[in-house]
């Protein structure tokens, strides 16, 4: 005869009214185990659960017993679904529990910004940065030179070339251009609307005049250079008469208010310089990479930069000829608003250096004053001590002692003519001294 496999028992644990033990029986589907044997006190009957291959029995108490065939079916059926419905709610959870590890942290930032279409359509919306990185195909470092609550680290001017975009940091203007539309963050400052002024004529078809028409980006980009070259112009013609007119009242008037206005000025005229210098240099940068306005050139264009070299590779011929084009067009373009920022930058440098040398020139001339003044202190200090020695004498005399001169009738005109004497004759020889010394 041939022996019966002997079962695989597993005991758990069930939420149940009865305290009896439960069992979970294994057996191959080869050979099957007869599942209606009784293990001890306890009673077992199958229950088919058709989720795997091999058959398992579950135990009941002896108090389910009475419970029917097919109410115990029907128990399984319902445990087959519920099984079902947990294994269906594991990727939710999962879900869940991404989402929840992704809230943790801090929070992202959400940009207020306005939307320049290439058909002069704006808008303003919100984006926040993983839309904002989405849409554009930066990178998250990329927006550390334009972000708003970066404002005061990244002061220096910049523009940044990327695939599908152009990144534009010129002071209090913070823009991210893309082939059809242009973004501008803090468009409230006064960089964002004079670029806006600056950039919505341009898109009028009114205003070509039949010129040639340049593609949306490099028009965002001489609309940023112009509007930022306007603003340091303008403020430049604003502070040059200032400067010119205190330069003709110094050194003659020396006042506070004067002095301070000169203050005032230098200091305008040193952030004008600085800030002129700093987009000077990054015109400079530019002009000397031209891998960068290649790539600004081929973007938006089924062309590549060969390696090494840099040459661009078309698979269209005019599309190279036209890239060429408009490379020659940028390069004109830099070196235009190149040589205004020199101007500016020239200009502003000029009148600083003439304001630090009515600073020097002041500078001397409140010494020479103060020499003076000096020179009238020290005389002062030489009388004084002159007339003090007379005074020791006087007091000398004025003591209640007896001395037999107050005899005499023609005493007191003798000491009170020495002594002014002897004053004056000290006076004049400690004078001569200190003039010999070149003191005075």
């Known amino acids: 005869m041939a022996s019966v496999p002997s079962p695989k028992i597993l005991q758990f644990a069930v939420q149940s009214r009865s305290m009896s033990a439960n069992y979970l029986i294994f057996s191959s589907p080869s050979q099957p185990w007869p599942c209606s044997q009784k293990l001890g006190n306890a009673s077992l009957f199958p229950i088919i659960v058709k989720v795997s291959s091999k058959v398992k029995c579950l135990t009941k108490s002896t108090d389910e017993d009475r419970l029917s065939e097919s109410e115990a079916v029907d128990d399984d059926v319902d445990g087959v679904r519920e099984d079902t419905k947990v294994h269906v709610k594991r990727p939710q959870r999962t ?35 993983r839309q904002l990185l989405k849409s554009s195909g930066l990178r998250p470092r990329d927006i550390r030179s334009i972000d708003p609550s970066l404002f005061l680290t990244n002061s220096m001017p910049s523009l940044l070339v990327r695939e599908h975009a152009i990144l534009l940091n010129l002071g209090s203007l913070r823009a991210i251009t893309m082939q059809e539309r242009v973004l501008i963050f803090d468009y409230n400052r006064k960089g964002g609307k004079a670029f806006i002024d600056t950039l919505l004529p341009r898109l009028n078809p009114r205003n070509l005049n039949g010129g040639p028409c340049m593609p949306f980006m490099i028009e965002a980009v001489e609309a940023a250079l112009l ?90 011929p005019l599309e190279k000829q036209i890239a060429e084009e408009e490379e020659e067009e940028i390069e004109m373009l830099l070196e235009n608003y190149l040589q205004r920022c020199e101007s500016c930058h020239g200009q502003s440098e000029r009148l600083l250096d003439s304001a630090k040398e ?18 009238v202190e020290l005389l002062l200090q030489v009388g004084a001590f002159c007339v ?53």
Request: include cysteine; charged fraction near 25%.
């Open 227 to 316: 509007s930022r070259v306007q603003r340091l112009e303008q403020r430049l013609l604003h502070i040059e008469p200032r400067v010119q007119g205190l330069l003709e009242v110094l050194p003659n008037r020396l006042t506070a208010d004067i002095l301070e206005q000169l203050r005032i000025s230098k200091q305008t005229l040193v952030e004008l310089s600085s800030r002129a210098g700093a987009l000077r240099q990054m015109l400079l940068d530019l002009l000397e990479d031209p891998h960068e306005i290649r790539r600004i050139c081929i973007m938006g264009r089924n062309c590549t930069l060969r390696r090494g070299t840099d040459d661009m590779e078309c698979s269209v």
């Open 358 to 375: 009515m600073e020097d020139s002041i500078a001397v001339n409140l010494s020479s004053r103060r020499l003076e003044v000096s020179r």
């Open 95 to 129: 879900a869940s529990s991404s989402s929840d590890s992704l809230s943790l942290g801090i929070r992202e930032p959400v940009y207020e910004v306005v939307e320049v279409k290439s058909n002069g359509v704006v808008s303003t919306r919100k984006i926040n940065r």
């Open 388 to 440: 003090a020695v007379g005074a020791l004498i006087a007091g000398i005399f004025g003591m209640n002692l007896k001395s037999y001169l107050e005899e005499h009738v023609f005493a007191f005109w003798l000491t009170t003519a020495g002594i002014i004497v002897g004053a004056v004759m000290a006076f004049f020889l400690t004078y001569w001294y200190l003039r010999a010394r070149k003191i005075l």
